[in-house]
């Protein structure tokens, strides 16, 4: 392959300012050694193939389920990541003395934090003003003298890194409370490495497993000591925090339970963990909660995602937080001037990565600079509350200027100002082509025993416009993979041993998990069954010759009111007006389709299942999530062509059967049958039961003419998918009798009532309860009672019409085992989803 020295071959309008400083052209325009493979590869490929992968990796992202959760967007939960396909390469060289730098700085933050919370040396020897220490919000005067075991305090930091005018890489800032985007990072790569596979082994690209083993590591080497195998758990916020997806992927990388604040609990001095089979001691909280929200009871008294009483376990050493609480007064950017002569303090050295030039206006010089100098610099509080950014001096009006020059005027204690410069650029795909932008660079480290260790590499972030200097995922900032490149091939890194005993730990299903994952499976099996239906309500609505046949129309009448049962859709096809209803029944349907506010409809039930899907998102795999998001899609698809009309949905529902199927049988086939796998199943099956009571109890309750009632039968078989399996076993005219015996009484049909009760008879057995106890639960209780009623049920009783015209007998028993599966779903609830409340231990 040609040597390529100049950009012109790939990129012939990639311009620079005069002065820009560009990662991948040097001063004379001509591409740096280290990008040179890289542009070759790119130009080979051509821009349009570039183009497909980028829309390949990002499809792959979207099957996958990353996501940032922008505050106020439409897009809300489901905002996709972004990801652009060239990433930011570093030389082996450079990263060495980015890397030596980054070290010394944790080491030095670690020491900083130790000092603040310990004897506080920094202050009485004012190497750290009290006020720009005492005025920030993060610092937590309530964990005064309270520390992790061992030498490290700050178990995880990340510090955002951006090329200066000078050519060298500052520091504009650190994140130390609970820092984001490590996640996200290895989702990057992963993507990367699939769509640009070759390229990316033979860039020799330094890989980031081994980061990972070190965290694991990490966080096992702060537990409390008498902790043989600690037990870990990542305390999130929950769904609607703008990084779950990372909370729920780390989590479930690591092998650590996903945890919300009420899934935890205080007792006797110690954190306990509220699964399934009774109390489990957590050991390390790996938070990404902000401290203040961490403990009610002595920090945000109106705090509902931490635990209450939780510092209280900290202080005795009961417990490690990682990072600790009141770490975020690390994030304080006023300390950033003072770190020089810190590190002369503590380390003796010189800092070897400099921060971006910060003037504190708590002292008098430093503010008058800052006044004078307000239209040149970026304007930051020492504590930034949410929803709070940087301010640019030059984007002010007169205006604005003087009345920002009076609020520092005021307070100038909690204020900074930073130098305003311009970043270096990188190359981003824009519309075809490629264009620089500026980029920021967040590098993250990790505490071993032995001292930090630096992810190699980091989460990009570019600009998405060209001069923006406001780069960060909330403004709409595009994320990039970042190479580091080696003088030799990397070799995978060899996963770290594991306990055997660890595998225990996997055991302790949160009770919260444990109710979204079975209103998964209950969702799930909603949405099949009411496409199945709705699929052959549409089939008989529009494809049957004889319409105008009063046999035709009164079977078609009674598929609809079973639709409006199954779904739950009330008063629907009930409704007391119901004649003009039945006799145009389009725009009904439509909306049993497509209504997402309606309770009950497909929407609906698609979007509820995908939001309790989301909540564990760490529980599935790549494929399940990759077969949940299709399902959204094609629900959204047909919820698009219902504008056009009913009859253009029909092929749409088949793809929507074909996925929903797929998710049962990756379900079945996929997942572990721990008690997750239980409860997603016990859902399913109790669903499948109900929707079936349901929809015979709608349709034979009352008797119609023999006709009417084939057709119907006809209709339900094809729903249930039985209509091949009543023909193989029967091999008879259809008949209501031999239909009961099947779909009621067959115990080896899966989609029969017997078949779900004797699944559910299983399940239950299985679920966790106090070993001391010989009787039965009460959920064994509530299906023995519909086993018996329908063991002893018979065909010809059942079928029997009464003096008031209809089939009471039929009626009235499926009405008890519609009962008692109902009052299964509430006895569930009770006995194990219950949040508020710890489950009882077991011994």
């Given at each position: 392959m040609k040597t390529l020295s100049t950009p012109e071959a790939f990129a012939p309008g990639y311009r620079l300012d005069k002065g820009a400083h560009d990662e991948m052209l040097d001063e004379t325009g001509r591409v740096r050694p280290h990008w040179a493979h890289l542009m070759q590869a790119l130009q080979q490929l051509g821009p349009r193939e570039v183009g497909e992968r980028h829309q390949e990796a990002l499809r792959l992202l979207r099957e996958n389920g990353v996501t940032y959760n922008v505050y106020d967007d439409p897009d809300g939960i489901n905002r996709p990541w972004q990801l652009d396909?060239?990433?930011?390469?570093?030389?082996?060289?450079?990263?060495?003395?980015?890397?030596?730098?980054?070290?010394?700085?944790?080491?030095?933050?670690?020491?900083?934090?130790?000092?603040?919370?310990?004897?506080?040396?920094?202050?009485?020897?004012?190497?750290?003003?009290?006020?720009?220490?005492?005025?920030?919000?993060?610092?937590?005067?309530?964990?005064?003298?309270?520390?992790?075991?061992?030498?490290?305090?700050l178990v995880l930091c990340a510090a955002d890194l951006a090329r200066g005018p000078d050519k060298k890489m500052w520091v504009l800032g650190d994140r130390t409370q609970a820092p984001s985007g490590a996640g996200y990072a290895l989702e990057n790569?992963?993507?990367?490495?699939?769509?640009?596979?070759?390229?990316?082994?033979?860039?020799?690209?330094?890989?980031?497993?081994?980061?990972?083993?070190?965290?694991?590591?990490?966080?096992?080497?702060?537990?409390?000591?008498d902790a043989d195998t600690p037990r870990v758990v990542v305390l999130t916020p929950g769904p609607l925090n703008e990084t779950f997806f990372e909370h729920a992927y780390l989590a479930?990388?690591?092998?650590?339970?996903?945890?919300?604040?009420?899934?935890?609990?205080?007792?006797?001095?110690?954190?306990?963990?509220?699964?399934?089979?009774?109390?489990?001691?957590?050991?390390?909280?790996?938070?990404?909660?902000?401290?203040?929200?961490?403990?009610?009871?002595?920090?945000?008294?109106?705090?509902?995602l931490g635990v209450p009483g939780l510092l209280e376990v900290v202080r005795r050493g009961n417990v490690a937080i990682a990072n600790p609480l009141g770490s975020g007064i690390l994030e304080n950017p006023g300390i950033m001037p003072f770190l020089p002569g810190i590190a002369k303090y503590f380390l003796g050295q010189t800092l070897k990565l400099n921060s971006i030039a910060t003037w504190w206006c708590g002292q008098a010089?430093?503010?008058?600079?800052?006044?004078?100098?307000?239209?040149?610099?970026?304007?930051?509080?020492?504590?930034?509350?949410?929803?709070e950014r940087s301010v640019f001096g030059h984007?002010?009006?007169?205006?604005?200027?003087?009345?920002?020059?009076?609020?520092?005027?005021?307070?100038?204690?909690?204020?900074?100002?930073?130098?305003?410069?311009?970043?270096?650029?990188?190359?981003?795909?824009?519309?075809?082509?490629?264009?620089?932008?500026?980029?920021?660079?967040?590098?993250f480290m990790v505490a071993r025993a032995d001292g930090y260790t630096l992810m190699p590499g980091g989460l990009s972030r570019s600009a998405p416009q060209y001069g923006n200097m406001m780069i960060s995922n909330q403004t709409g900032g595009i994320s990039k993979d970042t190479w580091v490149v080696a003088t030799e091939p990397q070799h995978p890194a060899i996963p770290a041993k594991r306990s055997a005993s660890l595998a225990g730990h996997g055991n302790?299903?949160?009770?919260?998990?444990?109710?979204?994952?079975?209103?998964?499976?209950?969702?799930?099996?909603?949405?099949?069954?009411?496409?199945?239906?709705?699929?052959?309500?549409?089939?008989?609505?529009?494809?049957?010759?004889?319409?105008?046949?009063?046999?035709?129309?009164?079977?078609?009448?009674?598929?609809?009111?079973?639709?409006?049962?199954?779904?739950?859709?009330?008063?629907?096809?009930?409704?007391?007006?119901?004649?003009?209803?039945?006799?145009?029944?389009?725009?009904?349907?439509?909306?049993?389709?497509?209504?997402?506010?309606?309770?009950?409809?497909?929407?609906?039930?698609?979007?509820?299942?995908?939001?309790?899907?989301?909540?564990?998102?760490?529980?599935?795999?790549?494929?399940?999530?990759?077969?949940?998001?299709?399902?959204?899609?094609?629900?959204?698809?047909?919820?698009?062509?219902?504008?056009?009309?009913?009859?253009?949905?029909?092929?749409?529902?088949?793809q929507l059967i074909t996925t929903l199927s797929a998710f049962s049988g990756l379900v079945m086939e996929s997942m572990t049958r721990g008690n997750g796998w239980l409860f997603l199943d016990i859902g399913r099956r109790l669903e499948r039961g109900l929707q079936l009571v349901s929809v015979l109890r709608t349709a034979f309750a009352m008797p119609q003419s023999e006709a009417a009632e084939t057709r119907l039968l006809e209709s339900l078989l094809d729903t249930s998918d039985n209509l091949i399996c009543y023909r193989q076993h029967y091999r008879s005219n259809l008949e209501l009798a031999s239909f009961l015996e099947l779909l009621l009484m067959d115990?080896?049909?899966?989609?029969?009532?017997?078949?779900?009760?004797?699944?559910?008879?299983?399940?239950?057995?299985?679920?966790?309860?106090?070993?001391?106890?010989?009787?039965?639960?009460?959920?064994?209780?509530?299906?023995?009672?519909?086993?018996?009623?329908?063991?002893?049920?018979?065909?010809?009783?059942?079928?029997?019409?009464?003096?008031?015209?209809?089939?009471?007998?039929?009626?009235?028993?499926?009405?008890?085992?519609?009962?008692?599966?109902?009052?299964?779903?509430?006895t569930l609830t009770a006995n194990y989803f219950r949040h508020g409340d710890a489950p009882q231990s077991l011994s």
């Open positions: 396909p060239i990433p930011l390469l570093l030389s082996g060289d450079e990263w060495f003395d980015i890397e030596a730098g980054l070290l010394q700085r944790a080491e030095l933050l670690n020491l900083i934090l130790a000092d603040l919370y310990g004897p506080r040396q920094l202050i009485k020897k004012n190497l750290l003003p009290l006020e720009l220490i005492y005025n920030h919000g993060g610092f937590l005067r309530v964990c005064d003298q309270v520390s992790l075991p061992g030498q490290h305090q790569r992963l993507a990367m490495s699939r769509v640009l596979p070759s390229l990316f082994r033979d860039t020799h690209v330094h890989r980031l497993a081994r980061f990972f083993q070190s965290l694991r590591a990490g966080l096992n080497a702060v537990a409390p000591g479930s990388y690591l092998g650590y339970p996903l945890v919300q604040g009420d899934d935890l609990t205080i007792r006797d001095g110690y954190v306990w963990l509220k699964s399934l089979v009774g109390l489990q001691r957590v050991d390390v909280i790996l938070r990404r909660v902000d401290d203040n929200y961490c403990d009610p009871l002595e920090l945000r008294e109106d705090s509902r010089r430093e503010l008058n600079y800052v006044l004078a100098n307000l239209e040149r610099l970026v304007i930051k509080p020492i504590y930034r509350k949410p929803g984007q002010l009006s007169r205006a604005q200027l003087a009345d920002w020059r009076a609020r520092i005027k005021a307070r100038p204690a909690l204020y900074v100002g930073q130098e305003y410069e311009s970043f270096s650029t990188v190359p981003a795909l824009v519309a075809g082509g490629y264009e620089p932008r500026q980029t920021v660079l967040r590098c302790a299903l949160p009770s919260r998990a444990a109710d979204n994952i079975f209103w998964v499976g209950r969702n799930a099996e909603r949405a099949e069954g009411g496409v199945r239906l709705l699929r052959a309500t549409i089939k008989k609505l529009f494809s049957n010759p004889d319409r105008d046949s009063p046999d035709y129309q009164l079977s078609l009448e009674t598929l609809l009111r079973c639709v409006t049962s199954m779904t739950g859709t009330y008063p629907g096809f009930f409704a007391e007006d119901n004649e003009s209803l039945l006799q145009s029944p389009e725009a009904e349907l439509l909306a049993v389709v497509a209504d997402e506010s309606r309770a009950g409809s497909l929407a609906n039930t698609v979007n509820r299942m995908t939001q309790s899907g989301y909540a564990v998102r760490d529980l599935w795999s790549s494929d399940t999530w990759r077969v949940i998001d299709e399902i959204e899609e094609q629900v959204s698809e047909a919820r698009r062509l219902g504008k056009i009309g009913l009859w253009s949905m029909q092929e749409q529902m088949d115990p080896n049909n899966p989609r029969s009532l017997a078949y779900q009760i004797a699944r559910l008879q299983e399940h239950v057995g299985k679920l966790p309860r106090e070993p001391s106890t010989r009787r039965i639960s009460a959920e064994e209780r509530l299906l023995l009672e519909a086993s018996c009623l329908l063991n002893i049920a018979n065909i010809d009783d059942l079928l029997n019409v009464s003096e008031s015209g209809i089939r009471e007998a039929l009626d009235q028993q499926l009405s008890k085992i519609y009962a008692l599966l109902a009052a299964l779903s509430d």
